[in-house]
């Protein structure tokens, strides 16, 4: 028998000193209050762990609960983004024939004035023959 951490030799020592303090025509009344106690403590520690329990179940089944709609979103957002990738790959695919096409670098030919940003012409080179 072990309560608290105390074997049967340390409570046998404990009751012979309540007797001896207490004596004999109360010490009966005192092991009724101590038992008495004991049972107390030891209900409200059952009912307290059991209380503890049920609010980590509660707790626990919330967790999983959220934990498998965070596992839904997580799908749904991998799956959105691997649908818009192949997408962008294929417009991409699509479209870099044309962009390649017309490339600026292709488009002119060496003789051909770059329009300015303005949409205007570059100023004509003088040709005058002042002093050449």
Excluded: C
């Excluded at 008495?36 to 089944?61: M, P, Q, S, V």
């Excluded at 790959?89 to 024939?97: G, L, Q, S």
């Excluded at 962009?99 to 012409?121: F, H, S, T, W």
């Amino acid at each position: 028998m072990n309560f608290l951490g105390i074997g049967l030799p340390e409570i046998v020592l404990i009751s012979l000193i309540a007797v001896v303090v207490l004596g004999p025509e109360r010490f009966p009344e005192a092991a009724v209050q101590v038992a008495r106690a004991i049972k107390w403590l030891r209900g409200y520690a059952t009912e307290n762990t059991r209380d503890l329990r049920h609010e980590f179940a509660e707790l626990t089944r919330e967790y999983e609960e959220m934990r498998e709609e965070l596992d839904e979103v997580r799908q749904a957002v991998s799956s959105g983004i691997s649908v818009a990738s192949d997408e962008l790959n294929k417009v991409i695919k699509e479209t870099k024939p044309a962009l390649e096409a017309a490339r600026p670098d292709r488009l002119a030919g060496d003789n051909e004035p770059i329009i300015e940003p303005g949409g205007e012409l570059p100023p004509e080179p003088d040709r005058s023959d002042n002093g050449a």
